[in-house]
């Protein structure tokens, strides 16, 4: 479906962009990360990131490909409150905020999130919790892939397993040479990038079509868009900022940063990140809603965003979200990427295969598993599972039952480290079966509800002590 | 119950806004940042 005849973008000028910012992005990379000679370089950028970069990674990483085509896909099936849960996502990054600090303080010299998560609860709720940080790090990974693959098929006519090809190949071979970095320094390129196109699209909707006609087109022919008691997108609402939370609360990706931003730095840029992301998928999803007012023919939901650019403004248009979303997509991926290595690292590598490992195997094992998981991602885009709404909000159920356990531990002494196993588990395993039996949208909030239920209650009638000391604790020195 | 059209212009508006100052707000941190030698 997703073809040539979709395109507006000459296949010729699609490859010289992509080959143009690949060597931007390759030449940063390797500029950057030029001097990392041990693991603190390479997995967290030295630990004295600055506010400005500091800020600009925690955005771009949460702009991701998904934001930019999701957030349009979510608008025209659920409306105003689409938009509006989607940007709720933000609430994560916000809340995220006094933990970065704490974080930091607590764990000095920490590397991961299950750094935390052994020496907080004991190694089978550390198993438990990779498990679960592993399959969301993999399905993120897989999602942007996708995402890649059918922006590049959608607007150049090239093909979804080439476009997707491609991506992964740059994003690996950056991440590789510089480490976080690269991954830090090319994102505040890409935020620049991502917000200026964003912005020049938004304001010429606004020229061109003009709230009013969007809004009468929207009443006539698809009034349950603008319904304010919209029931399945109130669910999503709350679904969608749950789930944010989770993601962002669990997730290496910000843990890693936490650790990596300098001392002070960490509340700061978080609070700020989330404050200037709410309101992209906003202006994202009101691109969407310009497509009634257009006569667009949205042949896959996936496809809403470039679909509108490229028929608003022709080439130009489809220019700009084609740098937008090639921007969009690589510091996402090079984000999940690096984070992901890192804990598969640390927590797997030399948490369970090589205790006795040193600094440079370590540092070899980490570039190693940055081109093994770029591989096994490759691997499975070529499968093409479902679309990216219903990828991502799968693994709500995963992510959504560690927000208790992280904010327990993180804050409550005496949380019970047996009922975090349970909670992590049966959050999950009921969040899982609230996706099939009702749909994607209570996943991550029935998986919530269990997963703080079960921490709140075992800890009321078992409560354990501990000492926040323990958590300074050099993890996993060799 | 309907969202107003009055209420979505100024939804979008705000939020079209606050996506035009990012940028700039950015970019004022990283040149601040770059003269007191924090960036890293």
Not at chain 1, 157 to 163: A, E, K, L, P, S
Not at chain 1, 338 to 357: C, E, F
């Amino acid at each position: 479906m997703n073809g040539p005849e979709t395109a507006v973008l000459p296949a010729g000028i699609a490859w010289g962009i992509l080959g143009a910012f690949s060597v931007l992005w390759v030449f940063l990379g390797w500029y950057l990360g030029r001097r990392a000679r041990t693991v603190d370089d390479y997995m967290l950028a030295g630990r004295n990131v600055g506010l400005a970069l500091a800020t600009a990674t925690a955005m771009a990483t949460w702009v991701t490909t998904n934001t930019t085509m999701a957030a349009p896909q979510f608008a025209l099936q659920l409306g105003i409150w689409g938009m509006v849960g989607y940007a709720l996502g933000s609430v994560g990054l916000i809340l995220f905020a006094p933990l970065a600090g704490r974080i930091r303080r607590l764990m000095p010299g920490g590397f991961t999130s299950g750094d935390f998560i052994r020496l907080r609860y004991g190694n089978t709720a550390w198993r438990v919790f990779l498990v679960i940080s592993l399959i969301y790090g993999l399905g993120w990974l897989i999602s942007l892939g996708m995402a890649g693959g059918v922006l590049i098929e959608a607007l150049a006519g090239i093909d979804y397993r080439v476009g997707m090809s491609v991506i992964l190949f740059i994003c690996v071979l950056y991440t590789l040479l510089g480490g976080l970095r690269a991954v830090i320094g090319t994102d505040f390129v890409q935020t620049i990038l991502i917000l200026v196109g964003l912005v020049i699209l938004a304001w010429l909707v606004i020229a061109q079509v003009g709230f009013g006609e969007i809004h009468v087109t929207v009443s006539e022919q698809r009034p349950e868009l603008l319904n304010l008691l919209f029931p399945a997108a109130i669910m999503f609402l709350f679904n969608n900022l749950l789930f944010g939370v989770g993601e962002i609360f669990h997730s290496n990706v910000w843990w890693s940063r936490a650790f990596a931003f300098g001392r002070g730095v960490g509340k700061r840029a978080y609070l700020m990140a989330g404050l200037l992301w709410m309101p992209i998928p906003i202006v994202a999803g009101f691109i969407a809603l310009a497509t009634p007012a257009l006569g667009i023919n949205v042949p896959g939901a996936d496809m809403v965003g470039p679909l509108v650019a490229g028929e608003l403004l022709g080439l130009a248009g489809a220019i700009i979200v084609f740098i937008v979303v090639f921007s969009a997509l690589a510091s996402s991926v090079d984000s999940v990427l690096a984070a992901t290595s890192d804990l598969v690292t640390r927590d797997i590598y030399k948490g369970h295969l090589r205790r006795q490992a040193g600094e440079r195997e370590v540092y070899l094992a980490a570039k190693t598993i940055v081109v093994v998981l770029g591989t096994v991602t490759w691997a499975l885009c070529m499968l093409r599972l479902g679309t990216l709404g219903a990828v991502l909000q799968f693994l709500g159920a995963f992510v959504a039952s560690t927000i208790m356990p992280i904010v327990a531990g993180l804050y409550w002494r005496r949380t019970n480290p047996w009922g975090v196993i349970a909670a992590m588990v049966l959050g999950t395993v009921i969040g899982l079966y609230s996706y099939f039996a009702i749909g994607f949208y209570v996943a991550a909030l029935v998986s919530a509800a269990i997963s703080m239920a079960l921490v709140l209650v075992t800890t009321w009638l078992w409560p354990r002590d501990f000492q926040w000391a323990s958590l300074r604790e050099e993890p996993l020195r060799g | 119950m309907t969202l107003s059209v009055s209420a979505f212009t100024w939804l979008v508006s705000i939020a079209t806004v606050v996506t035009t100052l990012s940028p700039l707000l950015l970019i004022g941190l990283f040149i601040r940042d770059l003269r007191r030698g924090t960036l890293w």
